[in-house]
């Protein structure tokens, strides 16, 4: 992945060319651990999502500091992180069709591949390419908790789509996963937890009637980010699946403080068109709006009043309408995967220098 402008280790931040998406070392460092930690003392495993992060460099640092695995959501993404050697990988989606499945069986010679599931037909598929290419590929269920995203019901059906898994060749039978995405971000903790539990309690029984008919279900997989601290603590789920926690985004800032955000944007100033508003180079190209418009950061009396494909338009009062152009401003975006997706390499700063040019490997890997 090359980079047209590559800046050497040491360049103060502010000296940084923009749009640059600038990472801080020492605060997603301090995010990996803190959340490996908590698992570690709550004695249950991580395996954190890669979706957010998209990159074999942050996957590296969170096997590094004790993951036992790493997540994504695309096959591309899974090929990314294989290629970089992670060493098992759980795609936590549907593989379906005949193109990307015969891509999935390629990666299993090199990583110990676990895919997500949810219907007879895909096991089907799975297990007949899984033969044809003497792959075995490991299989997890997907329980549909109350997200009402993909995932089999609760209990028997899951119970019997389990059995024909077991059954097939080729596929190894791992366990179930149910991702609570409906509350994550739910701003109330009291909710938050109340409903978790009653989620994540689903996903336990299932496995539970699963063992009771005879199968074997290592893997119980879920959490997000929001839900860490209260999933982790459910006796019966063996693994967390977080991804934004390793930079945090601010809307995630409003749901929990436990981590702390890495993540920014560094535009520069090019333009004053009037004494109330300065216009930057960072628009949406550069940051997503998904989730709102993003914050600046480490000054006052800037706000984003709207973005368009190459410009930030910012209304400015106080301190902020001091900015001149060239000066240079961080935006905190609302959403991080979306916006990280945008770019080719995080420029990763320590105590105010640059310190690493990490690319973004599997940026724009949707297929
Ligand atoms: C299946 C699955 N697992 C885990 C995650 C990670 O969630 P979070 O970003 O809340 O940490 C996601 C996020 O979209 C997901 O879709």
New binding site residues.
């Given amino acids: 992945m090359t980079l047209e402008y590559f800046p050497l280790p040491g360049t103060p931040v502010e000296q940084l060319d923009t749009p640059a998406l600038i990472i801080d070392l020492d605060v997603a460092e301090g995010n990996i651990s803190k959340l490996q930690t908590w698992a570690n003392r709550h004695k249950v495993a991580v395996r954190p999502?890669a979706?957010?992060h998209k990159s074999p460099y942050w996957a590296r640092k969170q096997l590094a500091a004790g993951a036992i695995g790493i997540?994504c959501?695309k096959v591309s993404e899974a090929e990314v992180l294989a290629n970089a050697g992670v060493p098992e990988i759980m795609i936590?989606?549907q593989i379906i069709g005949e193109r990307k499945i015969t891509r999935l069986m390629s990666l299993a010679r090199s990583a110990r591949m676990i895919v997500?599931v949810d219907s007879p037909e895909n096991v089907r598929d799975l297990s007949e390419a899984a033969q044809a290419c003497g792959a075995e590929i490991g299989v997890i269920i997907?329980v549909d908790t109350g997200m009402h995203?993909c995932g089999t019901a609760p209990g028997a059906p899951s119970v019997k789509l389990a059995k024909a898994i077991a059954k097939a060749p080729g596929l190894r039978f791992d366990g179930v996963?149910g991702?609570e995405?409906h509350l994550?971000?739910n701003r109330d903790y009291e909710v938050r937890k109340t409903e978790t539990l009653k989620a994540v309690e689903k996903l336990v029984e299932t496995a539970d009637a699963m063992r009771k008919a005879g199968l074997d279900v290592k893997i119980v997989?879920?959490?997000?980010?929001?839900?860490?601290n209260i999933t982790g603590t459910v006796k019966g789920v063996t693994e967390l699946?977080?991804?934004?926690?390793i930079f945090m985004d601010g809307d995630?800032l409003q749901v929990l403080k436990d981590f702390k955000p890495a993540l920014h944007v560094l535009a520069q100033v090019t333009s004053r068109p009037a004494p109330d508003r300065a216009i930057t180079d960072a628009g949406l190209k550069s940051i997503s709006t998904d989730r709102g418009f993003p914050a600046a950061a480490g000054i006052t009396g800037a706000t984003v009043k709207s973005l368009s494909e190459e410009h930030g338009n910012i209304t400015v009062e106080g301190e902020a309408a001091k900015l001149r152009p060239g000066d240079k401003i961080r935006f905190l975006p609302m959403h991080g995967?979306t916006t990280i997706n945008l770019h080719t390499h995080y420029f990763g700063i320590r105590n105010g220098k640059l310190e690493a040019v990490i690319p973004i490997e599997g940026r724009g890997k949707i297929r």
Wanted: charged letters at 15%.
């Fill in positions: 999502h979706k957010t997540c959501a936590t989606n997500a997907e995203r996963m991702y995405g994550v971000a997989s879920a959490a997000g980010t929001g839900t860490y699946q977080p991804g934004s926690y995630y995967d």
